[in-house]
């Protein structure tokens, strides 16, 4: 449990959106394939394997800051980004990704509730917006936010929670935040960010154990398990 954790009294709920609301059916490593080949990295070797390894380690980072570590050179690293971006985009336009179940209804208790919701990402805006429309989520929130929205740095740093505090003016204090998210990236930043409810949900990249280690106060199935959360049923 965190700091006098009081869930009934969160105001501003902070979402991830892939692999906590939106399912992809691992897209992300599919679309690394094209990153791979501005890496100048060929599958089938061990190097890409040992990419594609961190590249699920750290789901849930910002992209960008995933391709600086791999290349080690900004502008060969932009060009995997982008490469990326692309390729994920195309995929998502192909029909591939879908809510994960319950969590629109999840969304939709929440704002039903008087509570704000902001949906966030690792990915760059034109990504985040493919996938927004592919679900027919575009005017779901009144707010979704990417790292550049917040200064440039995503997730594990508290920017884009803190971002959505400042923006959307929901919540008196940082306490009245929830922070729900698929990785320990996620959980991190909610941490940082001084939220009082973090929750890790078990239908994406990480598990219980990386939660814990990150400072989740709460480990839920899903996303959907949320509402009843903060209204006390559980």
């Keep these: 449990m965190s700091h006098a954790e009081n869930t009934t009294d969160i105001r501003l709920v902070v979402l991830d959106m892939a ?5 992809d059916g691992g897209l992300v490593e599919r679309a690394f394939a094209a990153a791979a080949v501005e890496l100048g990295v060929r599958e089938g070797t061990a190097e890409h394997a ?9 789901m849930g980072k910002s992209k960008i800051s995933v391709f600086r570590h791999l290349s080690g050179d900004e502008e060969r690293a932009r060009r995997a980004n982008a490469a990326f971006e692309e390729a994920y985009g195309e995929l998502v336009d192909g029909g591939l990704v879908a809510p994960v179940p319950g969590a629109r209804e999840a969304i939709g208790e929440l704002l039903a509730s008087g509570r704000t919701v902001v949906l ?6 034109v990504t985040q917006d493919a996938v927004l429309a592919a679900l027919g989520w575009r005017d779901l929130v009144p707010l979704t936010l990417c790292p550049a929205d917040a200064g440039g740095r995503g997730r594990p740093f508290p920017d884009m929670v ?25 959980v991190l930043s909610g941490v940082r960010a001084g939220a009082g409810l973090v929750a890790g949900v078990r239908t994406g990249a990480h598990g219980d154990q990386e939660f814990h280690a990150a400072g989740a106060t709460r480990v ?5 398990d949320l509402p009843a959360l903060l209204t006390g049923a559980r």
Excluded at 172 to 179: C, G, K
């Design 19 to 23: 692999g906590t609301t939106v399912a």
């Design 50 to 58: 040992e990419h594609l390894a961190y590249v699920r380690a750290t």
């Design 120 to 125: 966030t990402t690792g990915f760059a805006r």
């Design 162 to 186: 803190l971002e959505a505090f400042v923006r959307t003016k929901a919540a008196e204090d940082v306490r009245q935040v929830a922070v729900v998210g698929d990785t320990s990236y996620d």
């Design 220 to 224: 839920l199935d899903s996303v959907a």
